[in-house]
Nanobody, 121 residues
Framework: EVQLVESGGGVVQPGGSLRLSCAVS????????MTWVRQSPGKGLEWVAR???????SYLESVKGRFTISRDNAKNTLFLQMNSLKPEDTAVYYC???????????????WGQGTQVTVSS
């Protein structure tokens, strides 16, 4: 059974930082493509970042320079380091996995349950 479990969310003040983790099991993590997607209150899903099996990365324009996606293949874990957080980053953040990289997040096969990030003073 494939499982993706996110952690690391919380409440942070504007300008603060959080590091999200996504622990993956039951899937060949090291060659997989991974992505982070978020959903803000009352809005649809929004792609945030992705990383290929060869560690090529891509970012939503509004998070470039603030967020960093990375992976630890030895620990089957995906990360999202979020710095200089803004209120508009408030959302539930989901990680998702696929055997190959897609630009369309809806094609990712496996999803976690999400972790809440709230940026507020």
């Amino acid at each position: 059974e494939v499982q993706l479990v996110e952690s690391g969310g919380g409440v942070v003040q504007p300008g603060g930082s959080l590091r999200l983790s996504c622990a993956v099991s039951g899937f060949i993590f090291s060659t997989s493509a991974m992505t982070w997607v978020r959903q803000s209150p009352g809005k649809g899903l929004e792609w945030v970042a992705r990383i290929s099996g060869s560690e090529t990365t891509s970012y939503l324009e509004s998070v470039k320079g603030r967020f960093t996606i990375s992976r630890d293949n030895a620990k089957n874990t995906l990360f999202l380091q979020m710095n200089s957080l803004k209120p508009e980053d408030t959302a539930v953040y989901y990680c998702a996995a696929a055997a190959r990289e897609y630009s369309d997040y809806s094609l990712y096969d496996y999803w976690g349950q999400g972790t809440q990030v709230t940026v507020s003073s």
